[in-house]
């Protein structure tokens, strides 16, 4: 399945506001570092599902990390 | 040939701001030079250009520095108090590489001073005036003529050198009324396109951006040295002085703009009461002619500095003349203008004196 | 297959910046290059940055920009403005910048109707030089130079520039928004949207003044900082719309200032 938000990893602080802003509460900072020394924010591949792509967390994001896809209707 | 009008120097500094392309002007009001910005209320909508009275001098030039930025032909005037606030701005312009000018008809100081003629913002002018290393044209005209040609060489100079400009006058010189003739007017559309202004990418390239800062200080250091390559190169090539009566001079008069016209008429009744009198005048305060007052100095036996301030010009002249001939000062101060008989008895003085000198008139040789 | 519906706007270049983790400038940043991105006017503008923490803002947006003294931008942007009436122009201010050292410069812009949009982000303290009081500090509240708390008697109280600024004819938008939730943010975005039309609709001069934190200067994480502001910087700076003209879009129930007539003259 593709991912519904991706985090680019390399512009992350770490602030967490994407957390707090997340309703599904499926944002958590990874264990890793980035190369200036911040936990970037994660969502792991079986939390994606749980996305609604509210959209909520690109916007409290200061740093433009995340980028939020949506899954296009199949046409009938 | 082109007509000879009667003008005031004030309107006639604006008139010909107009010609040389200025089409942006920001001001506020401070006498004595009200008329500049007067003129340019009522004249500069009919080219197409702005004036903006502003709420204060700091506003003003920084107005002049967003209307340069843009690369439109941009000025402000103003006089000793006004251009001590136009200094933050001044800096700015400087370290963001504008071209502008600003012109200053100087009054007496310090403080409120007074709004009678004054030479006392040389130093101002000429060492700085403003914080960092940057350095200003500064023309220095005597006649309402003079200013008006300067005016043109100083929108094509300063953005020649992509650094701002003065005009530094004085009450009298924008007071006073006399026959000029003025300038074709530019032709902007024939102006080099400027390549650096900030109007919008247009889509199709980089951002420019209009900047002094440089938080790396070897960047800093970088600009910084770049922009002293820039004053080098304007003490080598725009250097401007006017030399009387110098092939046989014994004394050398020097003055400049009000003080200079009054040291003129001492000059000739000297000559016409024998006394070897001739006079290095500058043009350009900044960069100083050094090199007339040594050569002068070689030779000649003394020096006569007239200013309308407590002597400031007279530092640059003692640089250039060091210990090779004695150098007298007169001054008046406070909006007082000297009298050409006054300056005629310092000559007859310095005359006797040396005279007197047993070492044949080379005193601290 | 699925399609991207949030993204970097063009507006903003790809340098990461300078701000502290979770210091909403970003935010504030993104939303001024959304609004540009949205009207298609990204190559016809110009910002003016102005001296404190977005003192680099040039290095962020794709537009042409020029750097401006502390408080001078208002200025900067009326001759950027004057010799080029069709570009957008705007400044980027904070609370120190806008409403202390700049206090005559955006009266006086505003006096005259310039016809600029100003963001003015206020989080009640001068962030860059680390963390000293500025005229919105609230009261009691610490700073560098006010230790132990702004006292009025020392210190006055804070000044609301869009209360202020509204009671003048020529600003034809000033609205006063907040970053502490995204539903904020969402109507943060409708405001600099707002402001960015009275521009293009040459209705004259334009403020949307974003409440903001400062997490490092403040003390705080991010998020309590975002809840400290909605707590304590809300009742002091009430949002909303203080001025608006006819003819822009939304509701326009504020206040419009009633002309003054002109005098006769010869």
């Known amino acids: 399945m593709d991912k519904k938000v991706s985090f680019d990893e390399e512009r992350c602080k770490g602030c967490e506001l994407c957390i707090e802003a997340c309703p599904k509460g499926i944002i958590h900072l990874a264990d890793h570092f980035n190369s200036k020394g911040f936990h970037p924010a994660a969502v792991t591949d079986e939390e994606q599902a749980k996305c609604t792509t509210c959209l909520l967390c690109a916007r409290m994001c ?15 | 040939m082109a007509e000879q009008i009667l003008m005031k120097g004030n309107e006639a500094v604006a008139e010909a701001a107009i010609r040389a392309g200025c089409r942006f002007f920001a001001g506020y009001p401070i006498t004595p030079q009200n008329e500049i910005p007067e003129y340019m209320a009522r004249k500069l909508f009919e080219v197409g250009g702005t004036f903006i009275q502003a709420e204060s001098e700091v506003s003003a030039i920084n107005m002049v520095y967003g209307g340069a930025g843009t690369g439109t032909r941009s000025m402000t005037s103003s006089s000793s108090p006004g251009i001590s606030l136009k200094q933050e701005g001044i800096s700015y312009i400087a370290g963001a590489e504008l071209p502008a000018l600003v012109v200053n008809m100087v009054r007496a100081g310090p403080g409120l001073g007074g709004i009678q003629p004054a030479q006392g913002d040389w130093f101002q002018a000429t060492k700085g005036g403003g914080h960092g290393d940057y350095r200003l044209l500064v023309f220095v005209p005597a006649s309402v003529q003079e200013a008006i040609d300067l005016v043109g060489q100083a929108f094509e100079l300063a953005e020649h050198y992509r650094n701002p400009v003065m005009i530094l006058g004085d009450a009298v010189l924008g007071q006073m009324m006399e026959p000029v003739v003025l300038p074709e007017p530019v032709d902007l559309a024939k102006l080099p396109q400027k390549s650096w202004a900030t109007t919008g990418t247009g889509g ?50 020097t003055a400049y703009g009000t ?33 007339p007052f040594r050569k002068a100095s070689e030779r000649v036996r003394a020096f006569l500095d007239v200013e309308m301030s407590a002597g400031q010009m007279i530092e640059d002249v003692r640089l250039a003349v060091q210990d090779r001939a004695p150098i007298f000062f007169y001054n008046r101060m406070g909006g007082m203008v000297p009298t ?7 000559l007859h003085k310095i005359d006797h004196s040396l005279k007197r000198d047993k070492l044949g008139g080379r005193l601290g040789v | 297959m699925s399609v991207k519906v949030f993204e970097r706007p063009k507006a903003l270049s790809s340098v990461i910046f300078h701000y502290c983790p979770g210091c909403t400038h970003g935010i504030i940043h993104r939303l001024v290059a959304e609004a540009i991105d949205e009207f298609g006017v990204q190559g016809k503008t110009i910002g003016v940055a102005s001296v404190g923490c977005s003192v680099l803002a040039y290095n962020y947006f794709n537009v042409d920009f020029q750097q401006a003294a502390h408080g001078r931008a208002p200025a900067v942007a009326t001759g950027i403005k004057r010799c080029l009436p069709d570009r957008t122009v705007f400044t980027y201010q904070g609370d120190g910048d806008l409403a202390s050292i700049g206090t005559a410069e955006i009266v006086h812009a505003a006096m005259r109707g310039e016809n600029i949009t100003v963001i003015f982000v206020n989080n009640a303290i001068y962030g860059m030089t680390g963390g000293q009081m500025a005229p919105t500090t609230l009261l009691g509240q610490n700073t560098t130079t006010s230790p132990g708390g702004r006292k009025p008697e020392r210190a006055g109280r804070p000044i609301r520039m869009s209360e202020m600024l509204s009671q003048l004819e020529g600003p034809a938008y000033i609205a006063r928004v907040s970053t502490h939730n995204a539903a904020q943010v969402a109507r943060a975005k409708q405001a600099v949207k707002k402001a960015f039309q009275a521009q293009v609709d040459k209705k004259g001069f334009s403020m949307v003044e974003v409440l903001s934190t400062c997490p490092t200067n403040w003390g705080m994480t991010p998020n309590e900082a975002l809840k400290w502001l909605e707590e304590n910087m809300l009742p002091v700076y009430p949002l909303g719309e203080f001025k608006t003209e006819p003819g822009l879009p939304g509701p326009s129930a504020a206040k419009t200032t009633v002309p003054t007539r002109e005098v006769k003259t010869d």
């Open chain 2, 259 to 291: 003080s200079a016209r009054v040291a003129i008429s001492a000059m000739k009744r000297a000559r016409s009461e024998g006394l070897k009198v001739g006079m290095i005048r500058p043009i350009t305060a900044w960069p100083f002619p050094y090199e």
């Open chain 2, 204 to 253: 199709t390239r980089k951002p420019n951006v209009v900047n002094s800062l440089y938080l790396d200080a070897e960047l800093c250091e970088k600009h910084n040295f770049k922009l002293q390559e820039k004053y080098r190169q304007m003490t080598e090539r725009e250097v401007r002085f006017e030399e009387l009566n110098m092939d046989d001079a014994e004394i050398v008069l």
């Open chain 1, 62 to 76: 200061p740093d433009t990390v995340i980028e939020i896809f949506r899954p296009e209707r199949v046409a009938r």
């Open chain 2, 340 to 346: 050409p008989k006054a300056v005629l008895e310092e």
